[in-house]
Every structure is written in C-alpha cells, then in structure tokens.
C-alpha cells in the first residue's frame, strides 16, 4: 500500500443559502469538525494533510478549483451537505478537466444518497458513507478499494458497487483531538446570538457524542450516526476544554452535538469538573426540553453556560406527535420558564412546512413561539433531507416533484417542496410571516432591551442579526 497525500475541502455555502446582503457577520461559520477530525487522524498515522475552508474564505467555485489544483495532493477529501451537493459537483467537473486527483465526496448528503451522487456527476470516484476518520485513513493509506468498508465506488466495468458499512466508532475518547490547526483559525466568527463580546478567534466549536435514539421524521442526524448513543467521558471533554483555552485563547465554546445534555451523570460531571478548576470559559449547547429542569440548569449556569438552543418545531399537537419530536408543550413552558428565570439565554427553532402543516398549524406554531418568547427564535423552511423519513415520504407524495436540483429543497431561502396542503409558495409565505410576527412585536423589543440592559456585550450580536433580516430577501 502506497500513502498520498490528502487535502481537505470544505465547499462554499454562506452565500448561497443566506440571502441577508448587509451582514455577513450575522452568520456563524464554524471550522468544520468533521473535517477536522479527518485531519487528526490522518495525521496521527503520518498522512500529509492540507486544507481549504472555500467558505469561511469566500471562494467561488473557480477560485475553490483553482486552490485544489495548486495542491499536490493525490486525494481530494469533500464534505457535503444537501445544499452544496451541486457547487461540489460544478468544483470537482473544473478539478477533473485539468487532473487526475481522486474525489473522494462524504458528509450527510453523500452518506444518504451515495448512488445518486455517483450518478449524478461522473468526477466522482468514491463516497464515503457515514463516519469517515479510519475509511479516511484506509484510502490514503492506499488499500485496495474493494476491501474498505463503508465506501461507494465505481470499480473498472463502471459498475456502482456499495461496500458493506463501517463498524461504527464505539470509544469516542480515542479520537484526537480536531486538527483545527489545518483551518484559518482567525477567520471563523460565532454568529449574531452567539456573540458575546469575545473576539471572533475567541469562540470555537466541539463535539462531545455520536448518536441519537429519538426518530424525528426531519432529522438525518440519527441516520447518520446511528441510534446508539456514544459519548466521551466528561473528563476528556474538559481536557479539550482546557487545550483550547491554552492553544487558541479560546473563551466561548458551542457544543453542538444532539445528546450533550442527554447523558445526566456525565453532563453533572463535566459541569462539577469545571466549577471544582475554576475554569473561566463561556459555554452554549442544544437540548431536548425533556433533559432538563431547573436544577440542572442552575448547575449548569454555575459551570459557564449562558445559553441553550431547543428545538420546538412546531406548535400544534398532531403535527409535533405526527413528526415523532416526543416532546409535549408542557414541558417546553416548564423549561423555558425556569431558564428564564435563571437569567439564561433561549434560542429557539421552530419549522414551517412540516407533514401535516396547514395555514391553521402554522399559525398555531408563530402563536406557540410568542406564547413561548425566546430570547431568539430560529424559523426554517422544512426541508426533505436525503435519508429521513420526511425525504422518502415527500418523494412518496410527489412533494418534490417539482425540485430539479438539490438548490431547491429549501432551509434558509425559498423552496420548491410543498405538501399536502400547503404549495412551495405558501410555505413561503408563512416563513416570512412567523418572522414578522415575531419580531415586530413590542414584547420581543421589550425583552430584547431588558436582556440588552443586563448584557451589554451581546449588543453588537443582535444589531448584526437585525441588519441581516431587514436585508433578507
């Protein structure tokens, strides 16, 4: 087996998906872990390792393909996600014009649909499928493609052949640490309402678990890692705590994993670690509202954390059962009450478009997010993602039979899916008018500057953010 080296590519999205003109600075752009990852291992077993972040860099697609070009690498290593699905395939048709380097595409979207993605663009040569750091590894190690597990490729008939699928990593506490040394580092920027003050450079991302047992039909996170729950032990998760701190000056962290709360001995741990060390470091994370109450939170609070995002989705009771989100208003009011009370700042999703949506349900989800009053509240177009339930019903019930390409299934801007009741318009529509809802509101003022008044330094967060709606078409 012959090493080569590798170079790692995360594709330009920024501007495609998000419409607001004026700031920029309103959106996250994270280093991208999975990537990272990928690198740490590489590394460990001697593969040279480059990297091109075309997104937080601003590339276009020429300029993307111009930068895998002036590298030497033998195997180009790409994530993917829905919505860069096709700016891959125009990079890599530009790659291949002018060299012979492998593509290797992974990430969620390759994972769901690795036939599709083969078929779709004939530069592609092999898809990895789900975890990728040791299938990584075995490629640029040079084994013989038939003996690795968890990819997709086309052997020399032009046959698709689907190996079998990866063992998936079951001790997470044996990864090393991301490779974020190998991205821009001062370039990245931790969004509008996650701004705290801290310098862009100061705020970071990690992961802490694999895996989630709950089916929501939207979801492909459970797809992707599997419905095992795997989790590093809160003493590892601290020691990386600790490393960024020391290397990057770090004094924000997003965890962003699905389960960081799920685990309660473990999160009590983490949480006692920090206070007992006195480690001085700012921290948000995602939850279920079911994980929590308002002792947990206070603990929490005590260890750093000053914010939590949830996913609501919806508030209407058929379309929440109906979406398999296993959560009840109730305990949502619960929650965010007590998280309130704590002085704890609440990000809030909620879906428009979902299976079962009428304008009626949608109002009752605008209503729910002002009953409920987050601090930020986060309204997305549904969009069918490749692998979960909502993607293979859509496709059942003819919900995409207009969506020609990837670019049209939605999130952040207008889309071509629809459903039984609402068109692509409609949900449109509506998206818009949850927003100005919301926001147009006294209340939303009213809390904003209470909340403002307390903490000075998320001014400038929430004056980015209103630029970018105002400026959003």
């Excluded at 700016?87 to 530009?94: A, S």
């Excluded at 939590?308 to 009011?333: D, H, P, Q, Y």
């Amino acid at each position: 087996m012959v090493k080569g080296k590798v170079l790692l590519v995360n594709p330009p999205y920024v501007e495609h998906v998000y419409s607001g003109k004026l700031s920029r600075n309103a959106i996250a752009i994270n280093i991208p872990l999975g990537l990272a990852y990928l690198g740490a291992v590489l590394e460990k077993n001697q593969i040279p390792v480059q990297a091109v972040d075309a997104n937080v860099l601003a590339l276009s697609v020429k300029e993307t393909a111009r930068r895998i070009l002036k590298s030497d690498a033998k195997y180009i290593f790409i994530t993917s996600t829905t919505n860069t699905i096709t700016r891959i395939y125009e990079i890599i048709k530009l790659v291949k014009k002018y060299s012979d380097r492998v593509i290797v595409i992974g990430g969620p979207h390759a994972t769901f649909a690795p036939n599709e993605t083969i078929k779709e663009s004939k530069d592609v040569d092999i898809v990895v499928r789900s975890e990728g750091e040791y299938t990584a590894l075995d490629i640029a190690m040079g084994k013989p493609l038939s003996e690795i597990d968890g990819i997709t490729y086309r052997n020399d008939e032009k046959e698709i052949i689907k190996n079998k699928p990866r063992a998936r990593i079951e001790n997470l506490d044996e990864l090393p640490i991301p490779a974020r040394h190998l991205f821009p580092h001062k370039l990245y920027r931790p969004g509008a309402f996650f701004n705290t003050g801290v310098k862009n450079n100061q705020a970071i991302t990690m992961l802490t678990s694999r895996g989630c047992p709950n089916l929501c039909t939207y979801c492909s996170s459970v797809h992707f890692w599997g419905t095992k729950v795997r989790f590093r032990s809160a003493q590892n998760i601290v020691n990386e705590v600790e490393y960024l701190m020391k290397t990057y000056d770090t004094k924000q962290i997003a965890i962003l994993d699905d389960m960081f709360t799920a685990h309660i001995p473990r999160l009590k741990e983490f949480c006692n670690i920090i206070i007992e060390k006195k480690i001085k470091v700012r921290w948000w994370c995602y939850s279920r509202v079911t994980a929590l109450n308002k002792n947990l939170m206070a603990l929490m609070k005590k260890a750093g954390c000053y914010a939590l995002n949830f996913g609501i989705e919806s508030g209407n009771e058929e379309v929440i059962k109906r979406i398999k989100k296993n959560i009840t208003k109730e305990k949502a009011w619960e929650v965010f009450s007590a998280a309130k009370e704590l002085d704890i700042l609440i990000h809030a999703s909620f879906m428009v478009g979902l299976p079962g949506d009428t304008r009626d349900t949608v109002m009752d989800t605008i209503n729910w997010a002002i009953k409920l009053n987050p601090h930020v509240p986060l309204f997305c177009i549904t969009t069918p993602f490749p692998g979960t339930e909502l993607y293979f019903e859509a496709l059942e019930k003819g919900w995409m039979d207009h969506i020609k390409s990837w670019d049209d299934a939605g999130l952040h801007m207008k889309t071509k899916y629809h459903n039984d009741d609402l068109s692509a318009e409609d949900i449109y529509e509506l998206y818009k008018l949850a927003q100005k809802k919301f926001f147009y509101r006294p209340q939303f003022f009213w809390t904003t500057f209470k909340r403002l008044i307390r903490h000075p330094n998320e001014i400038k967060g929430y004056l980015y953010s209103g630029i970018y709606m105002l400026t959003e078409t």
